[in-house]
């Protein structure tokens, strides 16, 4: 699980960086070579990233909220006064400038692995709540780690319906991911962009935290013996791998400059089993071991034996018949979440391979994905 936690901070970081790189082409209408832009801002990650402890950073994520909350007001509200942006549009989704047409289902011409791409965004989008368990660990009160979480998750669910709604209502085929780039203005553009270098990077430095914190604890020195960040060679050993971790995250966003493909695809492969396969997995196992114990079985604590009568087979089918319901369900649960992230990853895969041929989409290149 831990391989899939870094995977996914790590394209995070990666996806945070193509973001900040399309805004700045956007703010300098193309005359700086994208990929350099994604650059600087990698290094602008790796220099802010040296901060070790998330303590120092609560009023920053306090503030990042906020910008958000401010970009979603004022985007809508330019929105409803402006036309979408026709250049971008064509660019990142390859949709030609004509009439906005809106729909309650899948759109005419999409495909099943486009649809699948779609829900892997809501997926994407929940994906940084797996945080608030790294968050509760430097609490000072863990135990108001539950009603933070249900906040946040209110806060943020309600954020997403009403500004989804209103957008697309008025923009339909040309909304494109991230909307703010997709307003025509380029007075409102350039400051929706400027707001949002400043959030996301709050955002890039908190997944970048986490992210080298678990590779360094449960890699670098649970199996490499690397000294702990409480000492100093500790210290001196994060002040490296810092620019390493960012410069990975670069290499992922100038190769693979397609935000809604790139988040599907680390929705479907990492964040999809945080959610729904890893738990009913992990609860159908739990039930087999806990319900096949039989009288006179468990640990003795005065010789440190746990005692089984049988083993095999036999006992997991006994431990599994005992909840049967239960376990069908999670077993059914499991599976179902399976097939949805081997479709998620097909789609993610095929969108990518059809953003490169169709699209303004190409690794390490000058030209922006979403127009100059």
């Not at 303590?55 to 503030?63: D, G, I, K, P, T």
């Not at 946040?152 to 909307?179: D, H, K, R, W």
């Not at 994060?238 to 100038?254: D, E, G, R």
Request: aromatic share 14%; glycine share 8%; proline share 4%.
């Amino acid at each position: 699980m831990n391989i899939f936690q870094t995977v996914q901070l790590l394209f995070a970081v990666g996806i945070i960086i193509i973001q900040n790189g399309q805004g700045l082409a956007q703010i300098t209408k193309g005359r700086v070579c994208f990929v350099i832009l994604c650059f600087v801002w990698a290094v602008a990650g790796a220099v802010i990233g040296q901060i070790r402890t998330l303590q120092r950073l609560s009023w920053l994520a306090n503030l990042a909220i906020w910008l958000n909350v401010l970009i979603l007001i004022i985007a809508t509200a330019v929105v409803f006064h402006s036309d979408p942006n026709y250049d971008a549009a064509l660019a990142n989704n390859g949709a030609p400038k004509g009439p906005t047409v809106t729909t309650a289902g899948p759109p005419d011409g999409v495909e099943f692995t486009g649809q699948v791409v779609g829900l892997m965004q809501a997926v994407y989008s929940y994906g940084g709540a797996m945080l608030f368990v790294e968050f509760m660990a430097e609490m000072r009160r863990p135990y108001d780690f539950w009603k933070g979480m249900v906040a946040a998750q209110t806060f943020i669910f309600c954020c997403y319906m009403v500004f989804g709604f209103l957008v697309y209502s008025e923009q339909g085929q040309f909304t494109i991911n991230p909307n703010y780039q997709g307003v025509s203005p380029y007075a409102w553009q350039t400051a929706l962009n400027s707001i949002a270098l400043v959030s996301t990077l709050i955002a890039a430095l908190l997944y970048g935290n986490i992210g080298i914190k678990v590779i360094y604890s449960n890699v670098l020195e649970d199996i490499f013996g690397f000294p702990s960040l409480a000492k100093k060679s500790g210290k001196l050993l994060w002040t490296a791998v810092v620019p390493i971790y960012w410069a990975l995250a670069f290499i992922v966003a100038a190769a693979i400059p397609s935000i809604s493909n790139l988040s599907g695809l680390i929705a479907a492969v990492c964040i999809l089993q945080f959610s729904y396969t890893f738990p009913p997995f992990l609860m159908l196992f739990h039930c087999a071991q806990r319900d096949a114990v039989q009288e006179g079985e468990g640990f003795e604590a005065s010789t440190g034996r746990t005692i089984r009568h049988d083993h095999g087979v036999s006992r997991w089918m006994r431990g599994l018949r005992k909840n049967a319901a239960l376990n069908a369900f999670n077993l059914f649960f499991f599976l179902g979440s399976l097939t949805t992230a081997i479709l998620g990853i097909y789609s993610a895969v095929k969108g990518l391979i059809d953003a490169y041929a169709k699209t303004a989409v190409t690794g390490f290149s000058c030209t922006n994905p979403v127009g100059a």
